[in-house]
Nanobody
Framework: QVQLVESGGGLVQAGGSVRLSCAAS????????VGWFRQAPGKEREFVAA????????DTADSVKGRFTISRDNAKNTVYLQMNSLNSEDTAVYYC????????????????WGQGTQVTVSS
């Protein structure tokens, strides 16, 4: 079974950028749909973006469209989330998740989860 580890989170000023990485172990990583979800304090976990196994399809939430970009490098067993023009509403714990169904907007579509990485946007 694939295991996922997120990295790249931290404190960033409003208007800045952060690049998150989701590193996977296992030889079957390239077969999975992979997505990013986030959970802000007091809020439900929400969908951010997802990408198919062959990088042919991308789905991005309206709240981050035009600012966040998901991509994957199967040769490196890694999925990225480039986050630009960050604002305070982007403060959350960001989770990487893997599944097998498309689209991946529902939490139930993901059955392998990373531990999460905190992104805090300050002014």
């Amino acid at each position: 079974q694939v295991q996922l580890v997120e990295s790249g989170g931290g404190l960033v000023q409003a208007g800045g950028s952060v690049r998150l990485s989701c590193a996977a172990s296992g030889r079957t990583f390239s077969r999975y749909v992979v997505g990013w979800f986030r959970q802000a304090p007091g809020k439900e976990r929400e969908f951010v973006a997802a990408v198919t196994s062959n990088d042919a399809l991308i789905d991005t939430a309206d709240s981050v469209k035009g600012r966040f970009t998901i991509s994957r490098d199967n040769a490196k067993n890694t999925v990225y989330l480039q986050m630009n023009s960050l604002n305070s509403e982007d403060t959350a714990v960001y989770y990487c998740a893997a599944g097998s169904a498309w689209p991946m907007r529902e939490l139930s579509r993901a059955y392998i989860w990373g531990q999460g990485t905190q992104v805090t946007v300050s002014s």
